[in-house]
């Protein structure tokens, strides 16, 4: 690989350089002539919904609906590359474990079946009937039914999601940890306290009406890149919008429309943030407040002017609960103290105030940014707040936007995923099925690690995704996983979760969303829920990458044909022969959204989920929308107090990335080239630690529990960043987070504020061209 290198990027998102990262990654995928006929049907009302993020499928889509990342994502799925038994042959587990993710997903599809031999420390083909006899035995003799997890990443579909959380309840547990626990659970514990509804309120039209938008913590410049659509829009009708967020974000600054012949000939990019404000990390529950109390304060002085309200009176009174308590909150709330935690100035939360309070239609944008620290759940809670002050909620053009990030996420949660049995009818699922659910809480994602670590877990089934990699604490967890007796990975490309075998493990590669599922009755179809609530039909359109692989639909059924006791109500034959068979019984369960599922997921936009919020309807204890005060305003509490060394890291996502898996090796936005090994930090810092650019260091986590935390060979990049925060990426940095740091009440690891020291492991620059030139 070439030599690491740091420049900033001056173009704007999109662009050229959009179009030449795609070429990139087609060509090196050997895939320049397949994936352009494949993407006339990507995010099509007839076609396949992208399996990247979870951003809108529009009603009338663009010609060309997909972005940058998007296409990387289908490139991925539908690579020439193919990871065969004969490769498997050739490298030993332990060989596997020296490689990154990027290599080890880059060896292609998976196209067999396998099973792990301890005797040759290497992964050996084995026939689906075999592989899941053995697993089914090895289920049915878990004695304590506990003692088996069932994880599944965001990506599964309704129909595989709900026969999923039907067969572990089955089985006897609601141990269905999820993605979603390190992502926007937050969101689902954040939003029903609140409004009674535990997704956003915001559906695609509404960013055309909205007269103001704000972002927390939310890059869709790399995550939600088809957003920057809409959002330019939005800034072209002089839409004001606003960003909160440490790092100056290329697609929040400026877009160039890559689909816009005029736009690229003429380079002439949109700017999009009005506003920039780099708070620190975790500095935004101070800084929304800081809006919120300078919103109060210009109420209070237009009142006592004779002037009009600033706060909407009217709906605080006839809608909301709580208001008195919050606003004595606020007037109690010390600038200077607002001003320390979130690193801003008190002009800049009031410059804030003002647009909010003239706007009349304001949308609230969140991402990783907020749901990811300590105090997670009272900062979206805070957003929400300031959204109340003025009705922004139930109203055209406004209301709360959690951008979700796999692309069926909201729809596993829907379908049941979940540990928390009072978050599904499971009443209605027994009666519907002739069984008795389990009624126990099961395991969330790291309450699963927590007894992975115990020694309380034998089997642990992973449907999609790249659990231990996407975890924290790596190095208990990966000796911990080597110690279960059964894993299964369930997956499409190689990763490092299937390279940590316990006593008896497999592979089993299964089709992707792209490709076609076909079964005795047909091609089958899948259907996925969307950010904004919509519901759509999926059709595959390529033939499967090997022969040998099964859909998710049939290995569930076949699984669970082997390890449940018979019972005629439950037809798994049915099902994984004639996938409509399950969006029946889905119909059944949750009738009041999915009557009618079979035509309706075809409508162009989909069908929307019952929103109640849109309608002002709030279905919270106090029947009411509920400002919620916080209980202080310290984000990460058990951060040791900020010292001199002590700094803040936030883990983060590249541009060529897709969470645990690695497009390559270009952060273009962040200008950071051939290298994931980096550390972002304030040329201040760097100074004050006596450190230089290009230097290695090891961070290692402030935290005094005896476990031993830390990465080396990062490279110091002097970048623009808060004073006192650092930037990693995603997943190299798990190592550092402690599985205990994360958030109150949604148990979301802390991922944006880690706790780390800087430790300098050689005098000398190792890669000086990181310095940028003078001037
Ligand atoms: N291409 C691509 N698309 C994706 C993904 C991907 O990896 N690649 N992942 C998908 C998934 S699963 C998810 S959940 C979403 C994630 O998408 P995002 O929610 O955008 O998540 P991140 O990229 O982790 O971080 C978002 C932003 O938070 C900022 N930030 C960090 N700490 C703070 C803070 O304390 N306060 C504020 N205000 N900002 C902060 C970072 O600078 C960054 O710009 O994207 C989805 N889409
Ligand atoms: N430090 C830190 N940690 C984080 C985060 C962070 O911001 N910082 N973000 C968190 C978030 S938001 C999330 S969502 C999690 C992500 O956690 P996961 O969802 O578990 O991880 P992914 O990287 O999305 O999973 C990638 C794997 O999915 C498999 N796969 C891809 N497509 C398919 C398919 O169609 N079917 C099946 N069966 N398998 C498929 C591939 O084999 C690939 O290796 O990570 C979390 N961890
Ligand atoms: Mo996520």
């Avoid at 060309?64 to 498997?88: I, M, Q, S």
């Avoid at 609960?321 to 320390?340: I, K, N, P, V």
């Avoid at 959204?593 to 309807?617: A, C, H, N």
Wanted: glycine share 10%; aromatic share 8%; proline share 6%.
């Amino acid at each position: 690989m070439e030599k690491p290198a740091y420049k900033p990027y001056a173009l704007p998102a999109g662009g050229w350089g959009s179009a030449r990262s795609v070429g990139n990654i087609l060509r090196r995928e050997g895939v320049l002539g397949s994936v352009p006929i494949a993407l006339t049907r990507h995010n099509k009302v007839d076609g396949y919904q992208c399996n990247s993020c979870a951003w809108v499928k529009p009603a009338s889509p663009l010609p060309f609906e997909y972005c940058e990342n998007g296409v990387k994502a289908v490139a991925w799925e539908l690579t020439a590359h193919r990871c065969t038994p004969d490769f498997f042959a050739e490298h030993t587990v332990t060989e596997l474990l020296g490689w990154d993710d990027y290599h080890l997903e880059q060896t292609g599809r998976l196209t067999h079946p396998l099973r792990y031999d301890a005797k040759t420390d290497k992964y050996v083909p084995v026939s689906w009937g075999h592989a899941l006899e053995d697993i089914a035995a090895e289920l049915r003799a878990v004695e304590d039914r506990r003692q088996t997890v069932f994880y599944s990443s965001g990506r599964l579909s309704n129909e595989a999601s709900y026969l999923y959380g039907l067969f572990a309840r089955m089985y006897g547990n609601n141990n269905l940890p999820d993605s979603s626990n390190m992502c926007h659970e937050t969101t689902s514990v954040a939003l029903p306290a609140s409004i009674g509804q535990a997704v956003g309120s915001v559906s695609l039209d509404d960013f055309a009406k909205s007269d103001c938008i704000m972002f927390f913590g939310q890059n869709p410049g790399s995550n939600a890149p088809r957003m920057l659509h809409p959002l330019q829009e939005a800034s072209r009708r002089g839409v004001p919008i606003i960003t909160y967020n440490p790092l100056r974000e290329r697609g929040l600054e400026r877009f160039l429309n890559p689909q816009s012949p005029t736009e690229m000939l003429t380079g002439k990019a949109t700017r999009i943030s009005s506003q920039y404000h780099q708070v620190k990390a975790g500095g935004d529950l101070a800084a929304l407040a800081g809006i919120c109390k300078s919103v109060l304060d210009q109420h209070d002085a237009a009142k006592a002017a004779g002037g009009k309200a600033v706060l909407d009176e009217p709906f605080i009174a006839g809608h909301t609960h709580g208001f008195e308590t919050f606003a004595e909150w606020l007037r109690t709330q010390d600038w200077d103290e607002l001003e320390r935690r979130s690193g801003l100035h008190r002009a800049d939360m009031e410059a804030t105030a003002r647009v909010y309070a003239r706007s009349h239609a304001v949308i609230g944008v969140y991402g990783m940014g907020l749901t990811q620290h300590q105090a997670g759940v009272e900062t979206v809670q805070m957003l929400v707040n300031l959204l109340l002050m003025r009705g922004n909620l139930g109203r055209s053009g406004a209301g709360i936007c959690p951008i979700r990030g796999h692309s069926n996420v909201q729809g596993q949660r829907t379908m049941g995923i979940t540990e928390n049995p009072d978050l599904f009818p499971l009443d209605r699922l027994g009666q519907q099925f002739g069984f008795e659910p389990p009624r126990e809480a099961g395991t969330n994602t790291v309450e699963a690690c927590e007894a992975v670590l115990r020694g309380d877990v034998r089997a642990f089934f992973m449907l999609g995704g790249n659990f231990v990699r996407a975890i924290p604490e790596h190095s208990l967890m990966e000796p911990a996983w080597r110690k279960l007796h059964l894993t299964v990975n369930v997956i499409t490309k190689l990763n490092r979760s299937a390279l940590l075998p316990g006593e008896i493990s497999y592979i089993l590669p299964v089709i992707g969303r792209l490709e076609i599922d076909e079964t005795a009755a047909g091609q089958q179809c899948l259907s996925m829920e969307d950010t904004s609530g919509c519901v759509h039909g999926n059709r595959g359109l390529r033939r499967p990458a090997s022969p040998h692989l099964i859909g998710e639909i049939r290995l569930i059924c076949e699984l669970a044909e082997r390890v449940l006791d018979p019972n005629p109500r439950v037809r798994w034959a049915d099902y994984r022969t004639d996938y409509a068979e399950i969006r029946r019984e889905i119909g059944e369960t949750l009738p009041e959204t999915f009557w009618d599922y079979e035509r309706r997921m075809w409508e162009p936009g989909g069908f929307q989920r019952d929103l109640p919020v849109k309608r002002r309807e709030w279905r919270t204890k106090t029947g009411r929308a509920n400002f919620v005060t916080p209980t202080g305003l310290d984000e990460d509490a058990d951060m040791p107090e900020i010292g001199h060394d002590v700094l803040r890291l936030m883990t983060l996502r590249s541009n060529d990335q897709f969470n645990t898996t690695v497009y390559g090796y270009d952060d273009r936005f962040r200008g950071i080239k051939n290298t994931r090994k980096v550390v972002l930090m304030n040329r201040s810092d760097i100074d004050r630690l006596g450190l230089k650019v290009g230097q290695a260091v090891t961070l290692r986590t402030a935290a005094d529990d005896g476990v031993d935390r830390h990465l080396s060979g990062m490279l110091v990049v002097a970048y623009d960043i808060p004073i006192g925060c650092i930037g990693g990426y995603y997943p190299e940095c798990n190592v550092l987070m402690p599985l205990w740091h994360y958030a109150y009440g949604s148990k979301v690891p802390a991922a944006k504020t880690i706790p780390v020291t800087v430790h300098l492991e050689d005098e000398r620059v190792l890669e000086p061209q990181l310095e940028l030139a003078a001037g």
